[in-house]
Every structure is written in C-alpha cells, then in structure tokens.
C-alpha cells in the first residue's frame, strides 16, 4: 500500500470521522436520556475513550499497520476474541453505522426540502460515498480535508452567535441529571469520541508513521472536545426543550437566518455527517482487507483495484447496509445509533488487551514510546479494557430493554455463527498449513 497519507490527512480523517453522526445525531438522542446534563456526559464519555485512544496511538506507533484493529488483538492476544470484536464491528456497521449516517444526513437535509424521501435519499448518500471511495484513498482524504475545513466554518456560525444568545436558566440543571440517566448517555456519547481509532486501519497507508499516528490523535482528541462542549452549551443554553423533539438546526433558527442560517444548515449537519460516512467508507474495510491476506476470508474478497481501493470488500459493506436500510426504514434511527455504538467498541477490546504485550516482549519494547518504559505505564491499558468492556456491556443491556430484544438476540446468534465460521476456517488453514496465527513473529505487521 501507498504512504499516502501525511499528518494533516490523518487529523481531517479523525476530526471528519468523529465530529459527524456524533454531535448532531447522538447528542439530540443524549438529551432524551440526560437532558442538560449532558454537557456533564460529555465530559464523562471522554475521559474513558482518552485513555482507550492511547492506548490505540501506543499500538499504532508501535506497529503501524494496515487493519491494525484487528491484527493487534489477533497477533498479541488472541485471534478468536478479536474476530469476534470484528465481527461485532460488522454487525454495528450494517445494522448501525451507515444505515445511521446516511439516515441522518438525509433528516438534517429534509429540514431544508421538506419533499425528500428519506430512505432513498439516504441510498444515493450512500451510494455517492462509495464511488468516491472507489476513486482512491488519496482522492477520498481530499475530499475529506475541504469537506473539515468547510465544517469548521458552520462551528464557529453555530457557536460564536450563539453564545449571545444563552439563557442560563436553561443550564441551570447540569447537574442535577440523575445517575442512570448520566450513565447510558455518557456511555452512548463515547462513540463520538471513537474517531480516531481509524488511524490503526490506515498505519500502513501513512507517512513517517510512528510521528504521525500519535500527534495526530492527541490534537484531534482535543479540538474535538473542545468543540463539543462549546456546542453543547450553546445547544442546551439556547434551545432549552427544542432538541427534545427536534435538530441542532431547530436550535439554529432561534438567532441565525438568512445566509448565516444555511452556511451551518449546509456545512455542519451535512457536511460533518457526510465526513463520517466518507472516514467510515476510508477505513471500515482495512480489516477485512486483512483478514482475506490472512486467509481468514477468501483472498479473492481482498481485490485491490488500481487506485488501491479493495473494491470487493468496498461493495459488500454498501450493498448490506443498503439492504439493512431498506429493511428497517428512516424508523430505525435509536437502534442504528445503540449498534454503531456497539460495534465502534466492540472492536476496539480485543486491542485494549494486546496493549498488555507492549512492556512484557522484548521485540515490541524497543519498539514502543518511551512512555511503555515508565513504572506506572501497567494501568494504562488496565484502565483501556476496563473501560472498553463496561461501555460495551451498558449499551448492550440498553438495547435489549429500551429498543429490540430481536435485534439482541440477532447479534448474539450472530456472533455465535461468526465463531463457528472462525474456527472451523482455522482447522482448515491447520490442515493447509497456512495458519498466519500459528507463528510467533511480528511478520503479519509487514504491509
């Protein structure tokens, strides 16, 4: 694969990957739950995600990679736990993440057409996303890099006037939200941190790497916070009730109109949604690009057409969250939003435990930032997986009472199925002798 992409590439990447569905989907959805208190359950989802993303950057300076997400869990702790993450992953991407960004893009852009059809709109989103992905990564972060800069312009007409306009009798109960309330709706807010994470699927595709990855993370980790708290204050301090049924562009129109009023309409809802279902296409396939190299799926799947795009596995992920979309309609949006949420965590666990690897082989410490030599390093990826699997399992519970017990059960006899399929695929590849799992070298990390 090409190193095609440098440092400010990877940080439009993250911000463009994180700042989308996150704040102008899930924080209407937060709001239900926690009202003002979400402000509050920003704060609280991002401190567990800050230390789950360093330990990401930790690996992906160590051993960048393309389809890191999956070979760090599989290669340094276990290849069972992390297909399972991975699998889960694709069950939150057809059955969440797509669906969900492009069902939003199409409701934010239905606020300003009100004869749009959501579901078919939401399709051609789709559909658009993937041919420009089919074009090349390094079209696709151009794209990507104007579509950031273009989003950060509607933040700052959202918040800057905003700020003017605030009732503080509005934030008044920030902190009177109570605990469970706070606690699954911080725990739904961490998927709007969990944008950077797509570096490690990209490790192999990035110029000087081990510099790269880890500042990039940092400075995105931090613009993006920043943005949600002043967003979210001016949201709450603003429109009081107005998200309880509504948009942040409900929000919008109590002090923008005119041409300010559609600078944000156009360039914050759908600009920044529309940058996440571009990230999402970017990275979403690198691991399953590495799992067809590692034999786990037929190596056919894994074609690389000439711009470097794997357009097999490009096509399956549109074509089945197509399919999910059309099945469950524009009346789907809580339950997309809970499946991404599980999926973009799932994923990450198996890689929380393989940060564990980083002080105790020798190969991987020389390696590794000088941070991985320090006394208190240990509780850093302890922290990671604590915090990674305790998310998972809120919002699993979440599901199953608030939303579909069906849709519970489909995962589980989903991820039963996937296991199955994974082990008898790694009695064959025993058979062959071809098990990449059987080694015990860092070989697999060569792109």
């Known amino acids: 694969m090409k190193k095609a992409l440098k440092f400010w590439d990877l940080v439009a990447l993250e911000i463009g ?15 239900r739950s926690a009202g003002a208190g979400t402000i509050m359950a920003f704060v609280f989802a991002f401190l567990p995600m800050a230390v789950i993303m360093i330990n990401v950057m930790l690996l992906g300076s160590t ?14 702790f276990s290849p069972k736990v992390a297909f399972l993450g991975l699998w889960a992953y694709l069950f939150g991407a057809f059955v969440g993440l797509f669906p969900l960004n492009a069902l939003a893009l199409a409701s934010y852009m ?11 709109v939401a399709l051609i989103i789709l559909t658009f996303f993937y041919v420009v992905n089919l ?8 794209v990507e890099i104007i579509s950031v800069a273009l989003l950060f312009l509607a933040i700052a007409v959202y918040t ?10 509005n934030l008044e109960a920030v902190f ?11 725990a739904l807010l961490t998927f709007t941190f969990a944008g950077s994470n797509a570096v490690i699927e990209l490790g192999g595709e990035v110029e000087n790497a081990r510099k790269n990855l880890p500042l990039s993370v940092i400075f995105s980790l931090a613009v993006v916070l920043i943005c949600y708290l002043l967003m979210a204050v001016v949201s709450f301090g603003v429109g009081g009730d107005t998200l309880e049924n509504g948009t942040l562009n409900d929000v919008a129109s109590n002090y923008l109109s005119g041409f300010l009023f ?4 156009f360039g914050g809802p759908i600009l920044a949604i529309a940058t996440t279902i571009n990230a999402t296409y970017m990275w979403g396939t690198r691991s399953l690009l590495a799992l067809c190299r590692l034999r786990v799926f037929p190596s056919k799947l894994g074609a690389v057409n000439r711009r470097g795009t794997p357009w097999v596995l490009l096509t399956i992920v549109w074509l089945l969250s197509s399919i999910m979309l059309i099945s469950v309609g524009e009346s789907g949006l809580n339950l997309f939003a809970a499946f991404a949420s599980i999926g973009g965590i799932a994923v990450i666990v198996p890689a929380m435990f393989a940060v564990f690897r980083l002080k105790r082989d020798p190969r991987l410490k020389e390696k590794a930032p000088a941070i991985v030599n320090r006394k208190w390093f240990g509780i850093v990826p302890v922290l990671g997986t604590a915090f990674s699997i305790m998310i998972m399992l809120i919002l699993l519970y979440q599901v199953g009472v608030d939303f579909s017990t069906s849709f519970f059960l489909l995962f589980i006899v989903w991820e039963v199925f996937g296991m199955i399929y994974f082990l008898f695929r790694l009695k064959y590849l025993d058979r062959v002798k071809k098990n990449p799992f059987s080694r015990n070298d860092l070989s697999a990390f060569d792109d």
């Open 135 to 142: 074009l090349g990564l390094k079209m696709a972060s151009r």
């Open 262 to 265: 559609y600078v944000f309409a």
């Open 17 to 31: 990957m994180t700042i989308g569905a996150g704040i102008f989907v899930y924080m209407p959805l937060a709001y």
């Open 160 to 169: 800057v006037p905003g700020m003017g306009s605030i009732d503080s009798k």
């Open 63 to 76: 051993l960048p990679t393309t389809g890191g997400t999956f070979k760090y869990g599989a290669f340094l």
């Open 176 to 186: 009177s939200t109570g605990m469970g309330s706070m606690i699954y709706a911080s």
């Open 110 to 120: 239905k606020g300003i057409w009100n004869d749009l059809s959501l579901v078919p």
